[in-house]
């Protein structure tokens, strides 16, 4: 049988077991989920609510956070590794200049280099969860607010007990989608650092990546994606968990 | 100030500067677009200086034209599209309405689909292309674009077509209408909205890919998201030129999104709601 040649079994499960680059890569994976969803999340119903509270200019900020989102994140990840944070030319290392920082290797640098695509990710991505935050904030009924208001609860009191709770579904749906996303995100860390410096940036899924096209071994690389799905699996049923919980 | 207008103002100051951020690196691309490459590598960077248009001169009409790239990304993402609608308002309309047997099935299995992380199944991907020779090719692309985009239109769709009242097609029914005749004539007019949020969606996500783009394609069919690679070396960055290549590979789906704002906005949020969605 042609099709079982080269069949080895569960080897390339058990070398991932004892591959150090397997679980670094794992452990880039899980930061970078987990800082950019929380960041998104965070910075998008701040600047939701406080959008909310603005008289006017809603519709400028609508138009606003759609760019970024269009956008693909292979012209994004090219766009700030070049403009944004190329040593000197680049906008955000002049400014760390000015601010008396002095010129950094942004993507040269292992912790830099992290930060930097973490920034990234949430650059482009906070204006979605800004958007569909904003969005339910809308639908959220006046009256209960009303009501909180004669009962002379504060800002604070009001957010807590009432925004919070209502806009949990929402906010739920966000964090599912975008852990997901994060989990499989590839272009704009394959554009700006390629994995590096050294594997600083590499998560699991370019690691996948670099294994079967780079270094051309599609079986280990095909473990290795599959170790991403279980991994995806795992988490997308922990949060389906949660959203049902109540 | 009394403390609730100061309260106000900054949170207005807050909000502005995130705006700003946003809109910053998308504006300076554009900017750099217009500079000479001295002008690029000033320090301190330039504000002011003698716009030209010799970047795009070069990018588009230049030994390395860009063009076929935007064309491919083009014929890549229209086509995708188009065979994604039309298999996927019959078939969304079929799981909204009929009995189809393993319907259920059938709904898990989409939302399932959008989960796979892309990188897994690339691999299989690629090898059956070569093996059949659809590597470089449209079609191959193509092919491979509706494995994400159709389950996710699919999905998108049922949502529009499970809102339209029933009776409608029951009095469609009545008149001698047959299936595909009360679709097209009864229910298209009704879920208009939904298809626009779609065709929006499959398009964005088509222009937008990435990972199998960089893959699959190569001399002959290679989407600008990849050819921009051309402009970055580990010799050297040439920096107005990819100013260029990156504004024009933005210029498509900002010029999209902002046509097309409302229908973003309410198919964000109808993911929001139901849940999934690609990116």
């Known amino acids: ?246 | 100030m009394s403390a609730r207008a100061l309260r106000r103002s900054l949170g207005a100051a807050v909000s502005l500067a995130f705006m700003a951020a946003w809109a910053f690196p998308i504006l300076w691309s554009v900017l750099n677009s217009f500079k000479t490459e001295q002008d690029i590598l000033a320090f301190p960077p330039k504000l002011l200086f003698a716009p030209t248009l010799a970047a795009y001169r070069d990018v588009l009409f230049g030994s390395a034209s860009i063009l076929p790239n935007l064309w491919s990304s083009f014929v890549i993402s229209a086509g995708t599209t188009i065979v994604t609608m039309a298999v996927a308002i019959p078939a969304a309309y079929a799981l909204a309405r009929l009995r189809v047997p393993g319907k259920r099935f059938a709904g898990f299995y989409i939302l399932a689909s959008q989960m796979l992380p892309p990188v897994g199944i690339i691999i299989p991907y690629f090898l059956i292309l070569r093996n059949i020779g659809w590597l470089d090719t449209y079609q191959g692309i193509i092919l491979i674009y509706l494995s994400f985009s159709l389950p996710f239109a699919i999905w998108l769709l049922v949502s529009y077509f499970e809102d339209v009242p029933l009776e409608m097609e029951e009095a469609a029914a009545l008149d001698g209408a047959s299936p595909l005749k009360t679709l097209w004539r009864v229910i298209m007019p009704q879920v208009q909205g939904g298809i626009a949020v779609t065709v929006v969606f499959v398009f964005l996500n088509a222009w937008n890919e990435f990972l199998f783009a960089v893959v699959l394609s190569g001399n002959t069919v290679r989407p600008v998201t990849v050819a921009m690679f051309n402009f970055v070396s580990v010799e050297q960055t040439l920096w107005a030129k990819l100013a260029a290549v990156s504004v024009l590979a933005m210029l498509p789906v900002i010029a999209l999104g902002v046509a097309a704002q409302k229908h973003i906005v309410k198919g964000l949020t109808i993911g929001a709601v139901k849940g999934g969605g690609r990116r």
Request: aromatic share 10%; proline share 4%.
């Open chain 1, 1 to 246: 049988m042609p099709y079982l040649d080269g069949y080895v079994g569960v080897a390339n499960y058990l070398e991932l077991l004892g591959d150090g680059r397997f679980w670094s890569s794992l452990a880039v994976s899980l930061i970078y989920t987990a800082t950019t969803v929380v960041l998104q999340v965070v910075i998008g119903l701040a600047l939701a609510l406080l959008v909310m509270e603005m008289k006017r200019g809603e519709a400028l900020f609508r138009f606003v956070a759609i760019l970024p989102v269009v956008l693909s994140p292979a012209v994004v990840g090219m766009v700030w590794r070049t403009f944004m944070l190329a040593p000197e030319f680049g906008v955000v290392d002049y400014l760390a200049i000015s601010a008396g920082l002095g010129s950094r290797n942004w993507l040269g640098d292992p912790t830099l280099a992290l930060v930097s695509v973490i920034v990234i990710h949430t650059w482009q991505w906070t204006p979605f969860a800004f958007m569909v935050l904003l969005a339910s904030l809308t639908a959220l009924p006046e009256d209960i607010y009303e009501a909180a208001r004669l009962d002379r609860a504060n800002a604070w009191a009001r957010f807590r007990r009432i925004t919070l709770p209502l806009l949990r579904p929402a906010i739920v749906m966000v964090v599912i989608m975008r852990t997901m996303v994060a989990l499989t995100a590839f272009a704009a860390i394959f554009t700006v650092t390629g994995g590096g410096p050294g594997t600083a940036t590499e998560i699991l899924n370019l690691y996948a990546y670099r294994k079967s096209f780079t270094e051309l071994s599609m079986g280990y690389g095909s473990a290795l994606a599959v170790a991403l799905l279980a991994l995806t699996v795992a988490i997308s049923l922990v949060l389906f968990l949660v959203r049902r919980a109540r």
